[in-house]
């Protein structure tokens, strides 16, 4: 599977789509916090935090075949 990851880095994307919009915001961490809490609030459960490890991200990547992002991941840490 490709990834846009491998083509090009936009240190300024910095825009998720929660509720159906997309929501330009002022740091990727603010983008990433916005996705993790709709998707906490969604599930109803917040042990989801426990996994966020670039050890795990990089695994869960490798397993849904982005091993683009698996590589640009374990490359930051």
């Known amino acids: ?35 993790i809490a709709e998707h906490a609030a969604t599930a109803g459960k917040l042990d989801l935090l426990e996994e966020l490890t670039p050890e795990h991200l990089s695994k869960i990547a490798r397993k849904y075949g982005f091993d683009a992002i698996a590589d640009a991941i374990e490359a930051l840490h």
Request: with cysteine; net charge positive; aromatic share 0%.
């Open 1 to 35: 599977m490709d990834s846009s990851v491998a083509g090009e880095r936009n240190p300024q994307a910095h825009t998720a789509k929660v509720d159906g919009r997309k929501i330009k915001c002022e740091t990727l961490a603010d983008a990433i916090a916005l996705k």
